[in-house]
Structures are given as C-alpha cells and as structure tokens.
C-alpha cells in the first residue's frame, strides 16, 4: 500500500514502488500461493514531530486498512521520514503481531545523502526492504550473511548487498504461510469467536507477550513508575494507613489488590491499546482479537511486576527502616508489629501504588509504549 503523504514528487514515488514491488514478486515467483496486490492509499493528515512522521500512526491506519480489504499481510510504503523511539531514523517497522509493516522510502536514494540521484538502486534498496520486512512478518530469524534478506540492517547501504533468499527460508516461508495467512472473521457470535480464537491461538499470543517483555515495558512508563512511588512513601508514613495493617483482613487485603489491579489494566488498556475495530460490514476479525489479547496480557503483566516490586520495597522498607516505636504507637485498635500485619500493609500500598501508577502512566508517551507492544524491531 502506497502512501504519498506531502505529494511532493508523486510520479517519481510511484514508479519506484512499482519498480520494487516488481522485485519483491519475482524473488517471491516460486511460492505460487502468495498474490501480490499493489494499491495507493490517499496520503492522511499527519503532522510530523521533530521533521518526522510517528511511524505508529501509519501502523494504525494500515490495521484498519488490513480489516477492511480482508488482506492477509499489509506493506505500507510512504515517502516521508520516519521517527524512532531508539535510532535517528529508521526506515522499516515490522509489527508481526498485526501482520503489518511500514516503510520508509526517504533515504534510500544515494541523492538524500548528497551523492548522485540512482532510482534503479534505490528501487533495488526498497525491494530488499520489502523482503526483509516481510520476512519479519512469517517470523523468519535473522542471518548472518550480508548477502541474505534477513541480515540485521544496520546501514542503508547493507540494502545493495540483501538479495539471497535461500531454499531453507523458502521452505519456511511455506510452512508459516498457512499458519499466518488464516485469518478469520464473523459477523455473528463475536464472544464464542473471540473464545475460539483464544483457545487455538494461545502459542502466537503468549509469543507476542513475551516479545513485548513486561519488565522492558515498566521501563519504558518512567511517569507511572514516579506516581506509584510518590504515593507509597507518602502513605507509608501516614498513621492512618498503620490502621489498615492492624484491621482488615487477608480476604479484604486481596479483594482491593484484585480490584485495584483490574481497574489499573481498564485505565492503561484505553491509553495504549489500539482501538479493537470492526469492519464496515461489522466483521470482526482473528488480527483484532489476538492484538487486543497480546495488549491486555502485556500490561497486566506489567502491572503485576511492578505490584510485586512495589510490595517487595515496602515490606523491605518497613522491616529495616520503619520505627518499631511507630508501629507501636500509631495505630488506634492494635500495633501493627506482626509480620502478617506488615505484609497487609505492603499489599495495601502496592495496590494504591499501581492505582496512582496507573492514572500517571497515561502521561508517558503513546509511541513508546505502543512501539513496545506492536514492533519487532527498527532498521
């Protein structure tokens, strides 16, 4: 899918995009079952930050795109400069979870860097992005060779060199074609589809979780880590809290814990999730339920790591620094000197924490969590 977002030198993007596509397909001929299709997608309204475009935005246009045209796998290609959460640039994020990827076909040509103009290298550059991102896509691992379409990009010119594509992956490609290429979808009983989709696509799931990683993702939410932390430490040195520790119960303890975690998710899912969206014919497919799946399951994830780091400190903190004499004596009903009252106490902060965590959290920046829980990688 083409998309000309400034249509400043329209002609000349298109012909370069046709010119690689028709190099993607000729190094594709032998797999007979793959029907390439080349369309042009208006460019949208977006505004560019820092001189580039958020490439997560053309991710979430092309899922919709994906839904709606009932295509399997989706190649975005746009003229414009993409931004990066970890590089200068980049010019290629493959999301294998949504089966989409963005390119960039900006600094391909020898012409952006100062050199002489060379369409036909820069054709022959973007093709071998088109494959290696692809590839990403059927989850193909990468290879050492620098003549192979799956070796780690590093620099634009390791495109000139990136043609093999050997028998093996071939064979791969094949055999995780059927597997990726299936994607279902229903106009009627969306709860039992969204069932069923779970149960047989429990192994792709759990894959993109733990790709996501929850403890990369808690680094990556420095605001929701700052509210959590501020609001235990205020309330660890409140006599009220020490209360809490003396009275309620363990049942009562794990019921907050439960509830707070559950409503932690609700707040997190809505800031960073992509919207789970329905055909205009109102068909709700396999790619929408296993993203909203791997999204949910990822911050839960998180949330429970940082729920458990967060009582893991308190408790620290309060067999090691806390007053025994406080403990004594602020608490109205009983002292709060036992170790299960200690504990109570921890839960109950860590569960305040992930609440506050949480609010906070929508604070810290879209893309990156967002890029986190959708993106493979960025070359």
Known sequence: MMMDVEGKDSDN???????????????LSEEKRL????????????????GAYAPLDFLEIGLAEKIERDVQFLLIVTEVDLSSSSLAYTVALPSQLTNVAVLSSKRLDPGFWGGTADPPRASGRLAALLLHSFGHLLNLPHRKSSDNVMYPLERIEDLDHMRELCHEQLAM????????????????GKFGFVLSVLGEDVREILRATVRANPFRLVLK???MLAAALSVTIVLLFSPEI????????????????VASLVVALFVLYRAFAFQ?????????????????????LSLMLTLLVMFTGFALLMYAGIVTVFPA???????????AIRTLDHVKLSLFLASMGVLAGSLGGRSDSRDLVRNVLFVDEES
């Open 325 to 335: 004499k406080l403990m004594e004596t602020w608490p109205t009903v009983d002292p």
């Open 173 to 188: 490609m094949r055999k995780m074609l059927p597997r990726e290429a299936h994607e279902r979808s229903t106009r009627t």
């Open 242 to 257: 020490w209360d809490v520790a003396s009275t309620v119960s363990g049942s009562q303890i794990t019921l907050f814990s």
């Open 221 to 223: 939410m420095p605001t």
């Open 35 to 50: 029907r390439i299709n080349t369309f042009a997608f208006p460019g949208p309204h977006l505004s560019p930050g820092a």
């Open 13 to 27: 993007f298109v012909a370069l995009v046709l010119d690689a596509v028709n190099e993607f397909e000729e190094a």
């Open 276 to 296: 789970t969206l329905l055909s205009r014919d109102r068909l709700l497919t396999e790619t929408a339920v296993v993203t909203a799946a791997v999204t949910m």
